[in-house]
């Protein structure tokens, strides 16, 4: 299972520090959901499955320098542009 970085931080914490009543509630909803976490009358707390899945989660590489995205990057003669253009209203005055 890929844990998204909130995921894998959140489990890590609770399996550090123990159980934690202060979690965001749709992380919260997504863990308990997939039975990562449960709920006590401590807080919530990692389960078995959970330190399971984060101990075989594959790690997430961190992101790349900005050097990487400018090899990447579309050309300015290729680039399109998205939003609001501007329009002629000098008929308007």
């Known amino acids: 299972m890929a844990l998204m970085d909130d995921e894998r931080a959140a489990l890590e914490q609770l ?4 159980p934690d009543r202060g979690l ?10 997939y039975k990562l976490i449960d709920e006590t009358p401590q807080g919530w707390k990692i389960t078995a499955l ?9 790690q997430r590489r961190p ?7 400018e090899e990447t990057a579309p050309s300015a003669e290729g680039e ?7 329009r002629d209203t000098s008929w308007l005055d």
């Open 15 to 18: 399996a550090a520090f123990g």
């Open 24 to 33: 965001d509630p749709p992380l919260r909803g997504r863990l308990a959901l």
């Open 50 to 58: 959970g330190r399971e899945v984060l101990a075989s989660a594959p």
């Open 63 to 69: 992101k790349e320098t900005s050097a990487r995205s």
């Open 80 to 86: 399109r542009h998205y939003g609001r253009k501007s």
